[in-house]
């Protein structure tokens, strides 16, 4: 930790990371420990923090842009000092700024008709109160994960031009300028009263770039660029990007051109353009649950992997394709989200209530909630799910049977899409003690514009101390909730959605971890490597590498190790059974869906023979390829050893650290009426069952 971490840290903040440098200071990741929220912290320099009028004025801008409170401006909380220290306050945002984007070359104009009315529409509010950014460029356009645009550093940039025209010996507005020299009008070179166009100007040139994917006024020093400006103006847009209306195109040059025009259009004006432009219709079209959804990983087969049948899944809206390629860059460059090993369950899995809750009036939805007390927090933990609404949420005690209820919450919409919908959840709870019906008011809050839905429940206990395994079983078989969950929300590394993943599978005792590897093996069948008998410590969650049967009287043994070049399973039955057969059933890429994901199916027997199936949709389909593996027969015992390359698998299915598979495995007799007596097995008795499996969690990092 450096000194201005330390500096930060305090009763109110702990500082998790630095975010980034900019012009005026550093950005750090913290948490407001009072708050329980976690917040931008922007620590001006040293030399700004020593300037006592700098801060005031700063100060003074803050507390105009601290009352704007839009879904398209960073909000800031305020101005806070800690030990000698000045830092900005400001709302986190879970994403990445523009200019990465932007770097990437140009976007679907569905996506710029996104982000234009985004930004426009927080400049329409700041405009019109008189407040005027002076350095929108894409560095200052932050990307929320959602595919939210908003502005960030307003007040910032005014303040500090204030600062330096008043410091600066021998300079004046007449010839001072503040901005970035790329995205700066010329009357801002030129000094003067900033006006609403200065902003529009500056955004006309990002979202240039946005569509061209071409870098507006290159140079390689200000005065070049400031050259650039003057003696070569930009070519309409029409003339160098396909594919643009005309009304679009439009649009661009005029905010480019309205610094020279005798009676500009306002930003209201603008925005109202864009919103007649054929691209907003159809985003809007498409766009009717106000979503954005991250992207898909899909299931890119290799060209020596031919597994037929690709998914076809129906966006039927032009936006999808459009937003894809803004989550594709989004996904591609922001970095990866760490699953936390040690997430703490949200309650013991042998205990729960399971609560019928049926909302009232004009709604008919029902839920299945899942309710626990801790009594050393004194709180209620309640999971439900209905058929497309997942929720967690938290009720705390306010006496006399209420409860201050909150959480989050996160529904699919148009599930062939992949459209979802997410955000906070608040409410309260009536529950008088022992009995057997509650009350519920519950507001969802969806994230993307902050519109609110309000819903009353009444909850019937259907059983108390239920087994959780149907709660879990039940939520694991909705298609649309668990496509989201590991598609949406997972990726979006949302630690209630993370929580739920946690309590997987439904079956008991059925989540392992699956340790990395280097140690050599041989597949011929016989158990004498060292990486069989090397020791893993276990878990409380689950076994770790060695995995635990449900048939211990039998005393069989199924482990599993991983490194970079695949996977290899090694198991032994302690039994005379010659014609014991080992088979296993993965589905190891339903991040997709659980029910569209491939499934493999291997069996082996005492022979060596062996055959390797992938089912998709239920449907065999050819492949060209074999898992290696060995089987071995003793007078008291039959061991098998099985690898599966890497080559094998896409990459979307290959392992690595956090992935999950999905597994059943088997020691089974076939018997003479064609069924199967099973001797030994892992995870649900029905081998392609695979909803239901044991849940294999593959770790780099277990000792």
């Given at each position: 930790m450096n000194s201005i971490e330390s500096a930060l840290?305090?009763?109110?903040?702990?500082?998790?990371r630095e975010l980034g440098r900019g012009g005026m200071g550093v950005v750090y990741l913290a948490e407001d420990r009072l708050l329980k929220r976690q917040v931008a912290l922007k620590v001006l320099y040293e030399h700004l923090n020593r300037e006592s009028t700098f801060v005031e004025r700063f100060q003074e801008e803050a507390r105009s842009v601290s009352t704007l409170h839009h879904p398209n401006i960073v909000c800031v909380h305020g101005l806070e000092?800690?030990?000698?220290?000045?830092?900005?306050?400001?709302?986190?945002?879970?994403?990445?700024?523009?200019?990465?984007?932007?770097?990437?070359?140009?976007?679907?104009p569905h996506v710029a008709i996104a982000i234009a009315r985004d930004v426009l529409s927080g400049l329409v509010i700041c405009h019109d109160i008189g407040l005027i950014h002076r350095d929108i460029k894409p560095s200052n356009i932050l990307i929320h994960r959602d595919g939210t645009a908003k502005l960030t550093d307003f007040g910032l940039a005014t303040a500090y031009a204030t600062h330096l025209e008043s410091t600066v010996r021998g300079n004046t507005s007449s010839n001072f300028y503040m901005g970035t020299p790329r995205y700066m009008p010329v009357a801002a070179w030129e000094g003067g009263t900033?006006?609403?166009?200065?902003?529009?100007?500056?955004?006309?040139?990002?979202?240039?770039?946005?569509?061209?994917?071409?870098?507006?006024?290159?140079g390689d020093n200000p005065m070049a660029i400031m050259k650039k400006h003057l003696t070569e103006p930009l070519p309409s847009l029409r003339?160098?990007?396909?594919?643009?209306?005309?009304?679009?195109?439009?649009?661009?040059?005029?905010?480019?051109?309205?610094?020279?025009?005798?009676?500009?259009?306002?930003?209201?004006?603008?925005?109202?353009?864009?919103?007649g432009t054929p691209e907003f219709a159809e985003l809007k079209e498409s766009n009717a649950v106000a979503t954005v959804p991250v992207p898909r990983r899909r299931y890119h087969r290799k060209s020596n992997v031919p597994r037929g049948g690709r998914r076809n899944f129906a966006y039927?809206?032009?936006?999808?394709?459009?937003?894809?390629?803004?989550?594709?860059?989004?996904?591609?460059?922001?970095?990866?989200?760490?699953?936390?090993?040690?997430?703490?369950?949200?309650?013991?899995?042998?205990?729960?209530?399971?609560?019928t809750a049926s909302a009232v009036g004009a709604t008919s939805e029902t839920e299945d909630w899942l309710m626990s007390f801790d009594t050393d927090e004194n709180?209620?933990?309640i999971l439900g799910h209905s058929e497309t609404v997942l929720t967690h949420m938290t009720a705390?005690?306010?006496g006399d049977g209420n409860w201050a209820l909150s959480g989050g919450w996160a529904q699919t919409i148009l599930p062939q899409s992949g459209s979802f919908q997410l955000g906070p959840v608040n409410g309260f709870l009536h529950w008088e003690n022992g009995a057997d019906t509650l009350h519920a008011n519950i507001e969802r809050i969806r994230e993307r514009d902050y519109e609110s839905s309000k819903l009353s429940f009444v909850g019937k206990v259907t059983s108390s101390k239920a087994p959780n395994y149907e709660f879990f079983y039940a939520l694991e078989s909705n298609t649309h909730l668990q496509s989201m969950l590991y598609n949406e929300l997972i990726p979006r590394a949302s630690s209630w959605a993370m929580g739920i993943e946690s309590m997987y599978p439904a079956l008991e005792h059925s989540r392992y971890d699956i340790p990395f590897t280097q140690d050599e093996v041989t597949i011929d069948g016989i158990l004498d490597e060292k990486v069989w008998n090397k020791q893993y410590y276990r878990r409380s969650g689950g076994d770790i590498g060695d995995l635990s049967p449900f048939a211990p009287r039998v005393g069989p043994v199924l482990q599993v190790r991983w490194d970079d070049t695949g996977v290899r399973m090694a198991t032994r039955l302690p039994s005379a059974q010659p014609d014991a057969i080992?088979?296993?059933?993965?589905?190891?890429?339903?991040?997709?869906?659980?029910?569209?994901?491939?499934?493999?199916?291997y069996r082996i027997a005492a022979d060596n023979t062996s055959a390797l199936h992938y089912l998709q949709g239920g449907v065999n389909e050819p492949i060209n390829y074999s898992w290696n593996g060995a089987a071995k027969v003793d007078s008291d015992s039959r061991s098998v050893e099985i690898e599966i390359p890497r080559s094998m698998l896409s990459e979307e299915a290959a392992v690595n650290h956090h992935r999950r598979w999905r597994v059943n495995a088997q020691w089974f007799l076939e018997l003479p009426n064609g069924e199967r007596e099973i001797l030994a097995r892992w995870g649900d008795e029905r081998i392609t069952e695979l909803a239901h499996g044991a849940l294999f969690v593959f770790t780099r990092d277990v000792k």
């Open positions: 840290e305090s009763e109110k903040y702990h500082v998790i000092r800690a030990n000698a220290v000045v830092a900005i306050d400001m709302e986190y945002v879970d994403g990445q700024s523009l200019d990465r984007i932007v770097a990437e070359g140009p976007v679907s900033p006006l609403p166009t200065w902003d529009l100007y500056s955004f006309g040139v990002v979202l240039y770039e946005l569509l061209s994917g071409e870098v507006a006024y290159p003339t160098v990007t396909e594919g643009l209306s005309g009304e679009l195109t439009d649009i661009v040059d005029g905010l480019i051109q309205v610094i020279h025009a005798e009676s500009p259009m306002d930003t209201n004006e603008f925005l109202e353009a864009l919103r039927g809206a032009v936006l999808m394709a459009g937003i894809a390629l803004l989550s594709v860059v989004l996904w591609n460059r922001v970095e990866a989200p760490v699953v936390d090993d040690n997430i703490t369950t949200l309650f013991p899995v042998s205990q729960g209530i399971r609560i709180e209620l933990t705390t005690s306010t080992f088979e296993i059933a993965i589905q190891p890429d339903f991040e997709i869906s659980l029910q569209e994901s491939g499934v493999f199916q």
